[in-house]
């Protein structure tokens, strides 16, 4: 085994990871807090990518400006989301608040590209995609820039949020809410509003993801279909852990080049696609709960 050639792999496969990790971590602090599973998240990866890129395109925004113009937007989505369709389905049962995000994602795709139109963007961003020189003279091995800079974007974001949830008193009311709704509300903790920050801090992480994935894959329609990629890394990190979605991301990413690289030959290729999901399943059946996620016991 060429053991370079293996690290470039591994190393690919780890960053990212990191970015699959950015993604979940949407996920996770929806279902944490609320307790919804909110399918709408690659929707919003989308409407964030979508909306930088129309700034830019049609008003003639410099990427500088069309960064903090799309923040904005998502904030006031994560706000109107909570305002208009979380908050009327409190205390419904879980299945109507999943099924209002599957509805809330068709909504989402079909608006962003009503506005910005439905044509696959190209989305320049000062990162070149080249190999590491550092990498190259030190180890012999061929990484890309862009990876290696977009896992350090995403490790400053998932850093960012997890002092969030640790350190300040919106992270601890967040926890108390995510604890028990009903208790967090008897103490005074406003629990429409922590819901309100909670979903502007997911738009602005689907921002982030978006001008990633974006930048890479290009900006088209195929972009909502990166949070599929989440599921797999929520099975194994457990849907309400930060670190689960980390580690997670890392195991997904990592174990499907390595599958596909090695693996793929003998199977006729293709396996990067579907690996993961395999994976999970298998996982499922050993620890459904997750790596970091709590089991939980229901007596009857």
Not at 67 to 72: K, N, Q
Not at 85 to 113: H, S, Y
Not at 176 to 192: K, R, W, Y
Not at 205 to 227: D, E, M, P
């Amino acid at each position: 085994m060429d053991i370079n050639f293996f690290a470039e792999v591994l190393i690919g496969g780890l960053l990212s990871g990191v970015m699959y990790a950015l993604v979940a971590i949407g996920f996770v602090l929806i279902y944490k807090a609320s307790g919804v599973f909110n399918f709408a998240q690659g929707a919003m990866v989308f409407f964030a990518a979508l909306t930088c890129v129309g700034f830019m395109d049609k008003f003639g925004f410099s990427l500088w400006l069309a960064i903090p113009a799309t923040i904005v937007a998502m904030i006031i989505l994560g706000l109107a989301i909570e305002r208009v369709v979380l908050r009327p389905l409190v205390n419904q049962p879980e299945i109507a608040l999943f099924m209002a995000t599957i509805g809330l994602a068709f909504f989402i795709e079909g608006l962003a590209q009503l506005i910005w139109g439905s044509q696959v963007h190209k989305l320049d961003i000062p990162i070149e995609d080249v190999p590491s020189e550092f990498l190259m003279e030190k180890f012999n091995i061929i990484v890309s820039k862009f990876d290696l800079t977009a896992a350090a974007i995403c490790g400053v974001m998932v850093a960012v949020l997890a002092v969030m949830f640790a350190k300040t008193k919106v992270g601890r009311a967040l926890r108390a809410v995510a604890d028990d709704h009903q208790a967090a509300q008897a103490v005074g903790i406003p629990l429409q509003r922590i819901w309100g920050i909670l979903w502007a801090v997911a738009g602005m992480v689907a921002l982030v993801a978006g001008l990633l994935w974006g930048a890479r894959n290009g900006v088209q329609f195929a972009l909502t279909f990166i949070a599929l990629k989440a599921l797999p890394v929520l099975i194994l990190g457990g849907f309400t852990s930060v670190p689960g979605a980390i580690v997670g991301g890392l195991i997904i990413g990592a174990s499907e080049k390595l599958a596909e690289v090695y693996i793929g030959p003998h199977v006729g290729g293709g396996i990067e696609g579907w690996f993961p999901y395999v994976l999970a399943l298998m996982f499922l059946l050993v620890r459904p709960e997750g790596l970091f996620g709590e089991k939980i016991i229901r007596r009857i």
